[in-house]
């Protein structure tokens, strides 16, 4: 018989993992975990749950040490909190009753989901060996999986689930042992999630189906991520979603270890969110009166995000971008669909901005702000305000402006802002603007104020000289509909001069162009601490729920590794596309396993014989 150290030749070309740790070796013994696998769950003063009989026998406090400069590194007496056996993971999970979310619901939801991910939605990696690969057989099998330990080496902070920017440490360990022992060790319950969104990469399925392995032990992986802020920006307003289609984003993004999911919800086009004290706002503003978000929508999106160590950030654009309004309350709204040349007053039809010198605008910002922002409040510590392509020559067509001169409206768009953002801070959230409020209408910000760009990396730069802290996403790079071309109709009379009809960020920003990505880009060394992350962008004018997931997945992916990992590596070069080409193939595959249309980067070709589809590669 076969021993299970044997250095076995069938290895994956892939060495799982993504985004890249900080640190990482495998060997090459192969393990096989069985359904029936524990999972112990340990924290710092917990007491023991359950009979005797059901503790393990290393249910005694013990105390864990790191030796690692990077992670997890206090010595911490831990007890037992729970133990997880085959059955638990038949529970009814509850966890969209209660108000807000625990560390304690992230551990329980993150076991349970990883146990799911290696048991039920595992990949068998056929395209990632030669043809013929001869792969392990559970008949060989002597040592398996036999514990998985979970340590929570700090109590966790009471925003565990909402922090700002760098208030939760997501570090983590991760150790798997030759004799079949894991553990995963973080200092708080979303490092314990990451770093067990890290131990089901390192497992596939066998082709008899019945059989789940890996082929790395033994393991250790150290890990942190690199920037605070990694997000995706998803528009809900110019096509309806439903729930779940937003769900299955939230499902992509925690699986990329990306912390932060910035939901656009309103827009010119579709009011689609329900405000209580509003009502007619989302029965005339949304598309259809079915196609809205109730408030329990909202909260079950916030908590199903939280619940995974996703940090939901609702936008509410304005003052521009909200001409859906004006079919509710169309006293407050100037400039509304100007036609045919919409393009003076707005960036895209319909056109409508509030007016910005209005009582009555004041008063429905305040109905709606003391309506939305406490049911934000338990979720997320930020609101996103808006502030993007406000053009000042709606302002002329404004009958409490009637001026598009700046000297004017400055004034004016500067109290707008301060009212709404003191709203925001009254309900004990912090505000994102976009760039455009400080860099165009040079609007004086709190200094709490995150700052968000899109237009370059010299905007980033001016941002945080300015001394603010930024997300960057550049739309030459991280904007994920682009290339897809006009979706504007052209008049003939121009038709030529369109000719061929690219959309105004073409080309289509392919997954290497978003991997080479530097967040830092012409920001000097002294101010990179105030870049605190970014997102990549999916605007959705032609995106709706048949073609979201591959418009943006495996694209976000590659931002982020970008972001939890950096863009450059160890030796401070330009992350390698060689290397990330099969890692970012293999998490596709899981993508598409749990549920996630995500598209294709390479055909099998080139993945199952390694380096035969390398342009211009030396081997160096």
Not at 79 to 89: A, D, G, H, P, V
């Amino acid at each position: 018989m076969r021993s299970p150290l044997h250095i076995l030749h069938f290895l994956s070309l892939v060495s799982a993992l993504w985004p890249q740790p900080i640190s990482y070796e495998h060997g090459s013994v192969v393990l096989f975990i069985k359904k029936d696998v524990q999972f112990y769950w340990y924290e710092a003063g917990a007491r023991n749950v359950g009979s005797v009989a059901d503790q393990h026998p290393d249910q005694q406090p013990f105390t864990f040490a790191s030796n690692s400069n990077t992670g997890p590194n206090a010595q911490e007496t831990l007890k037992l909190r729970k133990r997880y056996t085959e059955s638990s993971f038949d529970d009814v999970n509850d966890w969209d009753v209660e108000e807000g979310v625990s560390g304690h619901d992230i551990i329980d939801y993150a076991i349970k989901s990883s146990w799911r991910t290696l048991f039920r939605w595992n990949l068998y990696p056929w395209k990632f060996h030669p043809r013929n690969w001869d792969e392990p057989s559970p008949q060989d099998q002597t040592t398996g999986v036999s514990e998985i330990h979970i340590r929570l080496l700090h109590a966790d902070p009471s925003n565990v689930a909402k922090p700002l920017a760098g208030e939760v440490d997501e570090s983590y360990i991760l150790k798997l042992d030759e004799g079949g022992k894991a553990t995963i060790s973080a200092n708080s319950s979303v490092g314990i999630a990451r770093g067990l969104t890290s131990f089901t990469q390192l497992f596939y399925k066998h082709s008899d189906e019945k059989h789940v392995y890996t082929p790395y032990a033994p393991v250790t992986i150290h890990d942190a991520p690199k920037f605070q802020h990694r997000g995706i920006n998803l528009d809900v307003s110019r096509n309806w979603f439903t729930v779940a289609d937003i769900k299955r984003q939230v499902d992509a993004l925690a699986y990329n270890k990306m912390n932060r999911f910035h939901l656009h919800v309103t827009d010119s086009q579709s009011w689609p969110l329900e405000i209580p004290a509003l009502p007619e706002l989302a029965a005339k503003g949304a598309y259809r009166p079915d196609l809205v978000y109730t408030p329990r929508d909202l909260k079950h999106i916030q908590r199903y995000a939280a619940i995974q160590g996703v940090e939901m950030i609702t936008e509410l654009d304005m003052p521009g971008h909200t001409s859906s309004i004006f079919y509710s309350q169309p006293e407050l709204i100037a400039a509304f669909n100007i036609q045919p040349n919409w393009d003076t007053y707005c960036a895209e039809p319909p056109c409508g901005t509030l007016k910005l010198n209005s009582s009555a605008v004041d008063a429905f910002l305040d109905t709606l702000f003391d309506d939305l922002l406490p049911r934000i409040s338990p979720y997320s510590s930020y609101f996103h305000t808006g502030g993007d392509e406000v053009n000042k020559n709606a302002y002329n067509l404004d009958d409490t402006v009637k001026s598009n001169d700046s000297a004017v409206l400055q004034p004016l768009m500067q109290k707008f802002v301060d009212r709404n953002h003191d709203r925001v801070r009254a309900a004990g959230l912090t505000p994102v603007v976009w760039e455009e409020m400080l860099l165009e209408w040079n609007v004086t910000l709190g200094s709490d104020v995150i700052v968000q760009s899109w237009q370059s990396d010299e905007a980033v730069a001016s941002i945080v000289e300015k001394g603010y802290k930024a997300l960057v996403g550049n739309y030459n790079y991280w904007y994920l509909d682009c290339g897809k071309g006009q979706w504007l109709d052209i008049d003939p009379s121009i038709s030529a001069q369109q000719y061929p009809y690219y959309d105004y960020c073409a080309p289509f920003h392919n997954w290497r162009l978003a991997y080479s990505v530097d967040p830092y880009a012409g920001v000097p060394a002294e101010n990179q601490h105030l870049v605190i992350g970014g997102e990549a962008h999916m605007w959705n004018e032609q995106t709706d729920p048949v073609n979201v997931d591959r418009m943006i997945w495996p694209r976000g992916s590659a931002v982020a590794e970008v972001l939890w990992s950096g863009p450059k590596d160890a030796e401070g070069r330009n992350r390698s596309q060689i290397d990330a080409s099969p890692r970012l193939s293999e998490m596709r595959e899981r993508l598409v396993l749990l549920g996630v249309g995500a598209e294709p980067i390479q055909m099998p070709y080139c993945t199952m014989d390694g380096m035969q589809c390398q342009l211009g590669y030396t081997g160096n």
